[in-house]
């Protein structure tokens, strides 16, 4: 099993968490979202990934892209320390918090959107900022609150689940952009518990061989 991925992208280190926890072999492959022009938009990389984005999974013939699927197809074929819940209700609220991120929190950090604000729209770096912070913040507030009625020690009860695998990483870019996230104390204190699980620490950014 195979991953490209790229050390700050959110996407490939939520993907990264999933593999810790299920103690999944897996080479990491480094694609450099920057340098020279975005490796990301090589040739090679693009007949792999269309969508010129990380992460990709190769499992034998399979070419995966897409972090939540990958993260589901991860937690189907090795379901011990199972991402959802057992009950089909459960696993909806679980689903729904974590797209609740990755769909409406994460878009609007990713690197691409905030290279078009400023190469092709020409917006200035203290709009870009404002923006940004606009929308995150926007989808933090509607988050804290899901989370007083569905969290425990995790955002969901007591169980680290797909949610926040995808919660640890967006607070990471959180923290990267500056958002007083003291405005979110249920999702400060999610997220400081599950960054003292090992698989989460390995997973950090920093902590990867391609981190600069």
Known sequence: MKLYGYWRSSAAYRVRIALN????????????LVKNGGEQHQDQYVELNPTHLVPTLIDGELVLNQSMAIIDYLDNIYPECALYPDDVAEKAVVQSLALDIACEIHPVNNLRIQQYLANELNVDDQSKLKWTLHWMNTGFIALETRLRKTSGDYCYKDQVTIADLCLAPQVYNANRFGVDMSQYPIISAIVERCNHLPAFIDALPENQDDAQ
């Open 21 to 32: 926890l299920k103690n999944i072999a897996c080479q990491l492959i480094p694609v450099h």
